[in-house]
Every structure is written in structure tokens, then in C-alpha cells.
């Protein structure tokens, strides 16, 4: 049975399977549809090393994705056959930034590279054609996204899942996994690929910082974890926070966007309806990341 989350992958394909696993087949299996992937896509190398970020990144940029037999490397490996322009954006931002940035944070990158690899392991898009999911999201309310609103999630909600650690965590599932979200009001929720290809890229360059994102906890979108429907499943504060208010940054604003097929407008401020944030300045929110 597919897993709900793997809507965007490829069906049952989708799915890590360690069973009868050869050495070295992880990479095997992804350059095989790679060849048939239509766009360039660098090739999937074997490697049983544990390389540096930047190290890592570097060897992507010359051409070579290392490549372990671990379901973490398979799930990045999906995210790069389907998402292949935004997996080398991410890439060209990580080289560039290390290259130029002078601020970094205590880990040695800068906040924007911190960012860029939240999204690549954790990173989250809410696909969304009703206005109330977006703020409900950013203001953690979490009874209207989830109980509210339950009965309408099938005709008016997607989540996108492109964070590569959290697809491997999925394996399994229990109610603390927290996505790193961006809400984006579409016209509709049948988007083909190139569109959303086309979304995505233009949502990475607008990213700062880590509190851009939204933090969700992931196992509470309808339909993904049975135990959901559990009565006061969404009760647990330990879980569902409520929302912080903390410094203003523009690295710290939580985004969202609209989309009409085409354009992606901007509307960062977390209180702001849906009319103030269809692609109109908005001022700096007084929150950043929780979850």
C-alpha cells in the first residue's frame, strides 16, 4: 500500500526496501530511472563515507551524489529524480554562500546555509486552496487545521514532502515528527510537475533563515497516522505548541505565499489575512522558529 506521504514519488517505487540489498544497489536503483529522468541529474555514486556538509556539497556540484545504502540516501535520491532543479539550487546556493558569507552561525555556516539544509532534510510545502489553513498554520492553531477543517483536507490540501530525513523518518511514524513548513495558496491542487518544479525554485529564492519556516507536526495531517483520530490526539501541548512571539528579522519572518500558476506573492507576516498578503509588503513579524 503506498504511503501517503510518497504521493509526488512514483507509487510502490517510492518505497526503501532493504530486503535481498546489494552492495552499493541504492545508487544502482536511482541511476537507473536517472537515465530515463529526461533533465541532467548527477550521477548516483556508492559510498560507505561519512563526509563534511561542505565536503558533501562540493561532490555534488562536481557531478558525483555519494550515495550510501541507507533508506536517508534513498529518499534524497527520490527528492533529486523528481525535484532535480531544486535539489541544484539548493546545491549552488550551499557553494556560493560558502564562498562569500562572512556571518555564520555557531556550526560554521552561515544562517541562510542553516536554512537551505533544514529544508533539504526537513523542509515541508502546504499546497493549500483555502485561505484559513494558511493562517491557521501560521499561528498554531492547530484545532482549526486539523479537527476544524478535517472533512475538507481531501479537496483543499496537499503536503509536499521534500525534506529527504524526515521522508526517512516517516519509516516510522509517531506524533512528534515536525516538518518545516511554507504555506502556499494555489488556485487548485492538480499541479503538474513542471509546475511544481516551477514553484519550488522560485520559493527557495526567497528563503533567509530557519524561521521562515512553519513548524507542523507532520502526523497530524488527516488521513497519514491512524492514531490521530484518536480523541485528544491534537490536545498534546508537548506537540501542538502554541505559536511563540519572540525578535523581529527578516530571517526570522514565517513565509507564505500565493501562487497563480506562474507568480509566487509574498506575504511574511504571520497575522496577516489572506486580502494584506496577496502580494503586498508586509512588515516584519515579532516570531521565529518553534515546534
Not at 234 to 260: G, I
Request: aromatic share 10%.
Amino acid at each position: 500500500m503506498l504511503l501517503p506521504w510518497l504521493w509526488p514519488y512514483g507509487g510502490d517505487w517510492a518505497r526503501f526496501e532493504s530486503a535481498d540489498l546489494v552492495a552499493g544497489g541504492v545508487a544502482y536503483r536511482l541511476n537507473q530511472a536517472r537515465s530515463n529522468a529526461g533533465v541532467y541529474i548527477p550521477e548516483f555514486i556508492a559510498s560507505s563515507d561519512t563526509l563534511g556538509a561542505l565536503d558533501y556539497e562540493r561532490q555534488v556540484h562536481s557531478g558525483e551524489i555519494p550515495t550510501r545504502d541507507l533508506a536517508h540516501d534513498w529518499y534524497n535520491g527520490l527528492v533529486w529524480l523528481h525535484f532535480p532543479q531544486t535539489k541544484q539550487q539548493i546545491n549552488a546556493h550551499h557553494i556560493v554562500d560558502s564562498e562569500s558569507s562572512m556571518a555564520q552561525s555557531s556550526n560554521g555556516r552561515s544562517r541562510f546555509r542553516d536554512a537551505l539544509t533544514l529544508f533539504d532534510e526537513s523542509g515541508a510545502v502546504l499546497l493549500t486552496t483555502d485561505a484559513d489553513l494558511v493562517s491557521a498554520l501560521l499561528n498554531h492553531d492547530w484545532q482549526t487545521l486539523f479537527v476544524k477543517k478535517r472533512s475538507a483536507w481531501a479537496e483543499c490540501a496537499r503536503v509536499l514532502i521534500v525534506g529527504h530525513g524526515l521522508l526517512d523518518s516517516m519509516h516510522t511514524p509517531h506524533k512528534g515528527l515536525c516538518a518545516k513548513v511554507v504555506p502556499v495558496l494555489v488556485p487548485c491542487l492538480d499541479l503538474g510537475s513542471n509546475e511544481l518544479q516551477a514553484l519550488m525554485l522560485k520559493l527557495i529564492g526567497e528563503i533567509r533563515g530557519s524561521g521562515n519556516f512553519s513548524p507542523m507536526p507532520v502526523m497530524g495531517v488527516p488521513g497519514w497516522f491512524d492514531e490521530s483520530n484518536a480523541t485528544g490526539f491534537y490536545s498534546d501541548t508537548s506537540v501542538y505548541r502554541a505559536k511563540p512571539t519572540r525578535r523581529n528579522a527578516s530571517s526570522h519572518e514565517r513565509l507564505a505565499f500565493v501562487w497563480d500558476g506562474s507568480t509566487l506573492c509574498s506575504g511574511k507576516c504571520a497575522g496577516q489575512s489572506l486580502p494584506e498578503f496577496q502580494g503586498e509588503e508586509s512588515p516584519d513579524s515579532s516570531e521565529h522558529g518553534a515546534g
